[in-house]
């Protein structure tokens, strides 16, 4: 092995243990491998920042800008309003939700289909009184397997179809993917419309046509007064909510916080840290006459005519400008003019103040604010909601544009009249010209993270190709495919992508697997492409925990989600089989 090959498998396993470490963001890991590449010299000084002009990046970027254009639209409510009357039973709301998101994924960002769906999810959830989770798992897995099946449908697809073009000369087209993906989705659609049943049964009950509606919420609230628990006990307030609920601190003394025992004696102006089942929390609240915090009506909410404010429940998604900030920091009542009443963050323990509480994606909040204004700050907050609602922020809705520009560059591409690159940079120019998205809209949907790390891995991959990183790891797998047939090689290397992806994003995971899976078929004598597809279905199909996709990241919290091992590993197979099949 020599220096350069030492030196590019150092700085590629030292960038995944970091990734698997998760205390540095990721596009910061990429930035340093790069660094550390240069320094070694295994990239040169003038190829360095190569990746950030590389047509991979334009095409995310503008790929994200029409996804979101489309999910805007309005154009998935009017397709899915012939269904309605059909969606009785769960299996009947899987097959219809799961079908639409599936296809809806070929051609807009999965985590902005799937964003679409959760609200109908709930609104469904609401209707049958049965838990959300079985319909969120479902839509996140299928959100997923939609992807795979058109060039723009996922990242990892765009980028083996560039490294194919480095390889063999020629990038995959438009619908290349189709014959795998199509069967891979469609197997996989199939499978969840039975396989919802292998969630886990002890669920929270049904939710209700009440606000509150999750569980495990941790709320603040103020003894006051007049409260007919003021010198009661500890004992005596989790006896009078039935056991339902549990007293987890009291704040006195302005900011102290205690752990009380049931003995402990309580006294007006108490802040009590109450925990549990969020029906229990609102009957308490009401027969003990307390306050909660958050609802306190002073700024922006208190000028609010009686009969106009209102709670909506809301999930903290990826991006939002909450992450990493408090209610404090944020000012929220004072700048947005809403009120935090509650969080539930997926099981976990809430142990400080929820107004200094460091919000996470995934994080469920309950708030209070001006109706009509309401829409408009959950957008700028980055928050989805959950509850039913229909919304209309004063601007005509583009319905038909956006749909039938995306049809346009994809009928293009097609027809190889343009490449992809154009034809989708060009799309995201159209919808700009014609105001169906504003620059700063534009700006908020692309995922400047992940641009990054596409910007600087692209020269650390490639250096793992030119220092013959990859042909040393290829010669090592196909000393252990030699004995297998060319289906057996091909499941390894999926096997492999597949195993790597819930540790690597998936679009390092591609940079890294598609050098060496097509190295591998070389050195075996068989066809790149059935290997390449492979390390692109590994990589985006990652149904094996609740934290590996961004998908799965943001229905675990509101569909109280904790492992998606039991459906994972079963759709994993599912994959396996129908990509071995048809490649």
């Given at each position: 092995?020599?220096f350069s090959?030492?030196a590019?498998?150092?700085?590629v396993?030292?960038m995944?243990?970091l990734?698997v470490?998760d205390?540095?963001?990721?596009?910061?890991?990429?930035?340093?491998?790069l660094?550390?590449?240069?320094?070694?010299?295994?990239v040169?000084?003038?190829?360095?920042?190569s990746g950030?002009?590389?047509?991979?990046?334009?095409?995310?970027?503008?790929?994200?800008?029409?996804?979101a254009?489309?999910?805007?639209?309005?154009?998935?409510?009017m397709?899915?309003q012939?269904?309605?009357?059909?969606?009785?039973?769960?299996?009947?709301?899987?097959a219809?939700?799961?079908?639409?998101v599936?296809v809806l994924?070929?051609?807009?960002k999965?985590?902005?289909?799937?964003a679409?769906f959760?609200?109908i999810?709930?609104q469904?959830s609401?209707?049958?009184?049965?838990?959300?989770?079985?319909?969120?798992?479902?839509l996140?897995?299928?959100?997923?397997?939609?992807?795979?099946?058109?060039?723009v449908g996922?990242s990892?697809?765009?980028?083996?179809?560039?490294?194919?073009?480095?390889?063999?000369?020629?990038?995959?087209?438009?619908?290349?993917?189709?014959?795998?993906?199509v069967?891979?989705?469609?197997?996989?659609?199939?499978?969840?419309?039975?396989?919802?049943?292998?969630?886990?049964?002890?669920?929270?009950?049904?939710?209700s046509?009440?606000m509150?509606?999750?569980?495990?919420?941790t709320?603040e609230?103020?003894?006051?007064?007049?409260?007919?628990l003021?010198?009661?006990t500890?004992?005596?307030?989790?006896?009078?909510?039935?056991?339902d609920?549990?007293?987890?601190?009291?704040?006195?003394?302005?900011?102290?916080?205690?752990v009380p025992s049931?003995?402990w004696t309580?006294?007006?102006?108490?802040?009590l840290?109450?925990e549990?089942?969020?029906?229990?929390?609102?009957?308490?609240?009401k027969?003990?006459r307390?306050?909660?915090?958050?609802?306190?009506?002073?700024?922006?909410?208190?000028?609010?005519?009686?009969?106009?404010?209102?709670?909506?429940?809301?999930?903290?998604?990826?991006g939002?400008?909450?992450?990493?900030r408090?209610?404090?920091?944020?000012?929220?009542?004072?700048?947005?003019?809403v009120?935090?009443?509650?969080?539930s963050?997926?099981?976990?323990?809430?142990?400080?103040?929820l107004?200094r509480?460091r919000?996470q994606?995934?994080?469920?909040?309950?708030?209070?604010?001006i109706k009509?204004?309401?829409?408009e700050?959950?957008?700028?907050?980055?928050?989805?909601?959950?509850?039913e609602?229909?919304?209309?922020?004063?601007?005509?809705?583009?319905?038909?544009?956006?749909?039938?520009v995306?049809?346009?560059?994809?009928?293009l591409?097609?027809?190889?009249?343009?490449?992809?690159?154009?034809?989708?940079?060009?799309?995201?120019?159209?919808?700009?010209?014609?105001r169906?998205?504003?620059?700063q809209?534009a700006?908020e949907v692309?995922?400047?993270?992940?641009?990054?790390?596409?910007?600087?891995?692209?020269?650390v991959?490639?250096a793992?190709?030119?220092?013959?990183?990859?042909?040393?790891i290829a010669?090592?797998l196909?000393g252990?495919?030699?004995m297998?047939?060319?289906?057996?090689?091909?499941g390894?290397?999926l096997?492999?992508?597949?195993a790597?992806?819930?540790?690597?994003?998936?679009?390092?995971?591609?940079?890294?697997?598609?050098?060496?899976?097509?190295g591998l078929?070389?050195?075996l004598?068989l066809?790149p492409?059935p290997?390449?597809m492979a390390?692109?279905?590994?990589?985006?199909?990652d149904?094996?925990?609740?934290?590996?996709?961004?998908?799965?990241?943001?229905?675990?919290?509101p569909?109280?989600?904790?492992?998606?091992?039991?459906?994972g590993w079963?759709?994993r197979?599912?994959?396996w089989?129908?990509?071995?099949a048809?490649?």
């Amino acid at each position: 092995m020599s220096f350069s090959q030492a030196a590019a498998f150092s700085i590629v396993i030292g960038m995944v243990a970091l990734l698997v470490w998760d205390r540095i963001r990721y596009d910061v890991v990429a930035l340093g491998a790069l660094l550390a590449a240069v320094v070694c010299g295994i990239v040169p000084v003038d190829k360095a920042f190569s990746g950030f002009s590389d047509d991979i990046v334009i095409i995310v970027a503008s790929a994200l800008v029409v996804s979101a254009a489309v999910g805007r639209s309005g154009i998935v409510e009017m397709m899915l309003q012939p269904f309605v009357g059909h969606m009785k039973t769960t299996n009947s709301q899987v097959a219809i939700l799961v079908s639409i998101v599936t296809v809806l994924s070929g051609f807009m960002k999965n985590i902005g289909a799937l964003a679409i769906f959760m609200p109908i999810a709930f609104q469904i959830s609401r209707r049958t009184g049965k838990p959300a989770s079985r319909l969120l798992m479902p839509l996140s897995f299928g959100s997923l397997l939609g992807g795979v099946a058109t060039l723009v449908g996922t990242s990892p697809n765009i980028i083996v179809s560039r490294m194919r073009e480095d390889i063999v000369g020629e990038p995959f087209r438009m619908f290349d993917f189709a014959p795998v993906g199509v069967g891979l989705a469609a197997a996989g659609v199939t499978f969840l419309v039975f396989g919802w049943r292998l969630l886990p049964r002890k669920r929270g009950g049904g939710p209700s046509d009440q606000m509150f509606s999750i569980e495990d919420y941790t709320t603040e609230a103020r003894l006051t007064p007049g409260s007919t628990l003021v010198g009661k006990t500890v004992f005596d307030l989790e006896t009078m909510a039935e056991a339902d609920i549990t007293v987890a601190g009291i704040i006195r003394e302005g900011y102290r916080r205690y752990v009380p025992s049931g003995t402990w004696t309580l006294f007006a102006d108490d802040i009590l840290v109450l925990e549990g089942e969020t029906h229990a929390l609102e009957k308490l609240v009401k027969d003990a006459r307390l306050e909660l915090v958050g609802m306190k009506k002073d700024g922006k909410v208190a000028s609010a005519r009686r009969g106009e404010v209102g709670m909506v429940e809301a999930v903290v998604t990826q991006g939002s400008q909450m992450i990493g900030r408090s209610a404090e920091q944020l000012s929220l009542r004072e700048r947005f003019g809403v009120n935090l009443v509650a969080v539930s963050r997926r099981g976990r323990q809430i142990s400080q103040r929820l107004r200094r509480l460091r919000f996470q994606q995934g994080d469920l909040l309950v708030l209070q604010g001006i109706k009509d204004a309401m829409p408009e700050a959950l957008a700028t907050l980055g928050c989805l909601p959950l509850a039913e609602r229909n919304l209309q922020l004063g601007r005509k809705r583009h319905v038909y544009l956006p749909v039938s520009v995306l049809a346009v560059a994809m009928i293009l591409v097609s027809l190889q009249l343009v490449g992809v690159t154009i034809a989708f940079f060009g799309a995201a120019v159209v919808l700009l010209v014609t105001r169906v998205l504003s620059p700063q809209e534009a700006y908020e949907v692309v995922d400047w993270p992940i641009l990054i790390l596409l910007g600087a891995l692209i020269p650390v991959s490639d250096a793992l190709r030119t220092t013959g990183g990859t042909d040393l790891i290829a010669a090592w797998l196909s000393g252990a495919a030699a004995m297998l047939p060319p289906l057996g090689a091909l499941g390894l290397i999926l096997t492999v992508a597949m195993a790597v992806t819930p540790f690597l994003n998936n679009a390092a995971t591609v940079l890294v697997m598609a050098p060496i899976g097509a190295g591998l078929a070389q050195r075996l004598g068989l066809n790149p492409d059935p290997f390449l597809m492979a390390v692109a279905v590994g990589a985006a199909c990652d149904f094996l925990t609740p934290i590996g996709h961004q998908c799965n990241t943001l229905v675990m919290g509101p569909g109280d989600i904790v492992s998606g091992i039991t459906g994972g590993w079963a759709c994993r197979f599912r994959c396996w089989s129908s990509c071995s099949a048809r490649s």
